[in-house]
């Protein structure tokens, strides 16, 4: 990895991808788990006395299903929410050179044009498919996706104002934090 992120010219690009690839990856764990939940909660095979295969899996993988289904809704959304967040922070401790601003615009647009593609692929994968369903009850990540050309324009926007406009941070001390 890099160690000089300097302007961070890609950072909205790989927070487009981080978020698209983490709701899907929640969504198809939360499908699957919840597949695997209902067919053992399904078998009838007696174990004990008074117990089944099926009893023991509804107390266990079943407790397990609704609670993490919750979390996952949950962490995907702030996942997707502190990245944007970390991409502002960065850009305000980082000082770029101002003659980069046309190459950032350039990148701003770009991602715009790459956040609609993602968010019409995403519009599709929640009106049809396997996935529907399960799209659908990651209320904030999906927000967040079907608005994603406007939360990449305030990001951008925002991020070229904090990384280009020169704040100085300790100006007792004659200069920038970096």
Do not use: C
């Not at 890099?2 to 991808?17: E, H, P, R």
């Not at 993490?68 to 962490?75: E, R």
């Not at 922070?89 to 990148?107: A, D, E, R, W």
């Amino acid at each position: 990895m890099v160690m000089d992120n300097k302007g961070q010219i890609t950072a909205l690009l790989v927070w487009m991808a981080l978020a698209f690839i983490t709701v899907l990856f929640f969504a198809v764990w939360v499908y699957g788990f919840n597949i695997v939940t209902n067919k053992i909660s399904g078998i009838d095979t007696a174990i004990g006395s008074n117990e089944t295969v099926g009893s023991i899996g509804t107390s266990t993988f079943g407790k397990i299903n609704s609670q993490q289904t919750t979390g996952l809704h949950i962490l995907a959304f702030v996942m997707i929410f502190m990245s944007a967040i970390s991409i502002l922070i960065s850009h305000f401790i980082i000082k770029s050179h101002p003659v980069f601003f046309v190459v950032y615009l350039f990148v701003i647009i770009g991602a715009v044009m790459g956040a609609t593609l993602i968010s019409n692929v995403y519009e599709g994968l929640m009106d049809s498919g396997v996935l529907a369903t399960t799209l659908e009850g990651f209320s904030g990540a999906s927000f967040i996706m079907l608005n994603l050309p406007l939360w990449v324009i305030t990001i951008g926007i925002f991020g070229s104002i904090f990384l280009f406009a020169g704040i100085l941070r300790d100006s007792g001390a004659g200069g920038s934090v970096v």
